[in-house]
């Protein structure tokens, strides 16, 4: 339990999650302040390529092991890994302190632009207006592009963070793809960095309706 009126020590924003279920094992190392070192492995080597982005643009270290049911198909594993990331986000940034907060930007790779809108608010939503015109299977065993929304969607709602993504243009899918997860990781990096001592919210609590100790519940706006 954390005493609101002391200041936090050098903390460390980091955290490890695991999850096992019938269908998949995963574990995740995540380091806020890190260099954006990554080692991510799936069984999936175009959603590694996507999780490789989100610790290289998000400015943090992430290990992400996944051992999941992909000869069913990749949905599982990519939800689960979804999920456990946002949950290691949600200890990773303890109880906001000081943080920006709200985030947006737009990211182009070629002629694909994606805007990613951000806010660590406590409150899981997701809008999702990605549309990849092409029906584009991706990397073997093969990826579907849908499953990108899936990912984000179990994120949020793990993390607690609002996030919208909207394509603003583009034709290629794997450029429509890693751009909108450069967009997130991107807007993610500028929203966690430390910029001051406050809680960055009227209510003074970001913790949303989940149990996080020392913070008490209730929902921020
Ligand atoms: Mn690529």
């Keep these: 339990m954390s005493d609101d009126t002391t200041p936090k020590p050098s903390s460390q924003r980091t955290a490890t999650a695991e999850r096992n279920t019938k269908e998949t094992s995963i574990s995740v190392t995540v380091d806020l302040d890190g260099v954006g070192r990554t080692d991510c492995s799936t069984g999936l080597p175009f959603f590694d390529h996507m999780l490789d982005q989100i610790g290289r643009h998000g400015g943090m270290d992430l290990t992400l092991h996944a051992e999941g049911d992909v000869e069913i198909d990749a949905h599982h594993t990519v939800e689960d890994s979804g999920i456990i990331l946002g949950e290691a986000l949600r200890r990773a940034l303890g109880d906001k302190r000081g943080v920006r907060r709200?985030?947006?930007?737009?990211?182009?790779?070629?002629?694909?632009?994606?805007?990613?809108?951000?806010?660590?608010?406590?409150?899981?939503?997701?809008?999702?207006?990605?549309?990849?015109?092409?029906?584009?299977?991706?990397?073997?065993?093969?990826?579907?592009?849908?499953?990108?929304?899936?990912?984000w969607r179990a994120f949020v709602m793990s993390?607690?963070?609002?996030?919208?993504?909207?394509?603003?243009?583009?034709?290629?899918?794997?450029?429509?793809?890693?751009?909108?997860?450069?967009?997130?990781?991107?807007?993610?990096?500028?929203?966690?960095?430390?910029?001051?001592?406050?809680?960055?919210?009227?209510?003074?609590?970001?913790?949303?309706?989940?149990?996080?100790?020392?913070?008490?519940?209730?929902?921020?706006?």
Excluded: W
């Design 102 to 151: 709200f985030s947006s930007i737009r990211v182009p790779l070629d002629e694909a632009v994606v805007e990613a809108v951000l806010d660590l608010s406590g409150r899981p939503y997701l809008h999702y207006e990605i549309d990849p015109p092409g029906e584009k299977i991706l990397g073997d065993p093969p990826f579907d592009p849908q499953l990108m929304e899936e990912f």
């Design 159 to 221: 993390s607690g963070v609002t996030l919208h993504l909207t394509l603003v243009r583009g034709r290629n899918t794997h450029h429509i793809i890693e751009a909108s997860v450069k967009a997130a990781a991107r807007a993610l990096r500028d929203a966690v960095r430390v910029e001051g001592t406050e809680m960055p919210s009227t209510k003074g609590t970001l913790s949303g309706s989940g149990p996080e100790p020392g913070t008490g519940t209730g929902t921020a706006t």
